[in-house]
């Protein structure tokens, strides 16, 4: 069969696959027509709410095509995340499922541009028409894709330097990027050339958006959990968010001063376990001392969190605050008191319905 068949009937057995209505094929077969990609081949994940392709440009590079699924009710649990967002305010077109997967498109490309600018290692966005996201695609070898962190094999020496590199890149995305991820994951993270590259941040909100530390809190509870059952001697879910979120100015964010402060908080862990140990299996040499920062962690995990980092307990400053009589503003007023308290009792404070902004 001719090329030209062979690309038409591939570009059919797509859309027999579903997420190719007559639009989003019509605008693959423009990106074909301005030299944007030459061919789309198969389908390498197909998700809840995309699918993705692998295609290849004229040169023949290796692109990906993350297209979105214009049938509208797999989306209707994203509201959590677009709530807060500038510019999803107005309504973000409900009703309008077509325009609804362009912005998220858009968004994953706006996000993956950000990312590029501050060296997150990332596929490389290359452009958004729609609900179609063309990417450079990560690959192994000719045309595979580069394993999930989930399926990877990763050999064990790399894996504590792997997690040190991976609380930088939050804490890079937190402070250059001023995003969080919100899903971030094994799933979400591909290992590629021996390192750990961010994917899926289609949904990751501005680090001010009104869930943003819970969502960074699931996040470094997943990274923090996956790596210590692989027997890495991690920072525990508390630690590990206060060195993402630190404003500590003599945190430099050069790389070197980052993987420096890990070693030391690393080296100030009680735990006298092995950094790695073989059988990825270290429960046994557990000590009573370090039981994993566990309790702590526990309560952090239940912990009210505050909603922006301006909101963060700060005994001095509130009592400043309430000094000034302008405790109004604080957000467990009502609760006068608390603030001393250890932030566990504040969690028993409701959330504030109408948004608390910024106290400062
Ligand atoms: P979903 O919203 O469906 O989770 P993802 O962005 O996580 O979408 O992509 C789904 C899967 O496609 C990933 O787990 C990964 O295996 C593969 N994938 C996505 N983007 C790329 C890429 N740029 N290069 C290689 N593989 C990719
Ligand atoms: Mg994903």
Redesign the pocket.
């Known amino acids: 069969p001719s090329a030209v068949a062979n690309r038409k009937d591939k570009a059919d057995r797509a859309t027999t696959e579903q997420v190719l209505d007559p639009r989003t094929r019509l605008i693959l077969y423009k990106m074909i027509g301005r030299g944007v990609i030459f061919e789309v081949n198969g389908c390498?994940?197909?998700?809840?709410?995309?699918?993705?392709y692998?295609a290849l440009s004229p040169e023949q590079a290796h692109i990906?095509l993350?297209i979105y699924k214009t049938s509208i009710l797999v989306f209707k649990d994203r509201d959590r995340y677009v709530t807060g967002e500038h510019r999803f305010r107005r309504g973000y077109a409900k009703h309008n499922p077509r325009k609804m997967v362009r912005l998220w498109a858009e968004k994953?490309m706006r996000n993956l541009k950000r990312l590029t600018e501050a060296n997150v290692r990332c596929?490389e966005p290359i452009e958004v028409r729609e609900n179609v996201l063309v990417?450079?695609?990560?690959?192994e070898t000719e045309g595979w894709?580069?394993?999930?962190l989930k399926d990877a094999n990763v050999p064990s020496e790399l894996l504590p330097s792997l997690y040190a590199e991976l609380l930088i890149t939050v804490r890079t995305l937190y402070h250059v990027c001023r995003l969080v991820h919100a899903?971030l994951s094994e799933?979400?993270i591909?290992f590629h050339r021996s390192h750990l590259y961010m994917?899926?941040v289609?949904q990751s909100v501005e680090h001010d958006h009104p869930h943003a530390l819970e969502f960074l809190r699931t996040d470094l509870t997943n990274v923090d959990e996956w790596f210590k059952k692989r027997g890495v001697q991690t920072l525990g879910l508390r630690k590990s968010f206060d060195f993402v979120v630190s404003s500590d100015e003599s945190l430099e964010l050069e790389k070197l001063a980052l993987e420096k402060t890990l070693e030391n908080w690393l080296s100030e862990n009680p735990r006298s376990t092995p950094v790695f140990n073989e059988s990825g299996d270290n429960s046994s040499s557990r000590t009573d001392s370090g039981v994993d920062h566990a309790q702590e962690d526990a309560v952090f995990r239940s912990s009210y969190i505050p909603r922006t980092l301006n909101e963060v307990v700060d005994p001095e400053r509130d009592a400043e605050i309430l000094r000034r009589g302008e405790g109004k503003s604080l957000i467990y007023d009502g609760v006068i008191g608390v603030a001393a308290r250890p932030i566990k009792e504040v969690h028993e404070v409701e959330t504030p319905k109408v948004g608390v902004e910024r106290i400062v």
């Open positions: 390498i994940s197909t998700g809840k709410e995309a699918n993705v692998h990906a993350k994953e596929p990417m450079q695609f990560l690959s894709p580069a394993p999930r899903d799933y979400n591909l994917i899926d289609s």
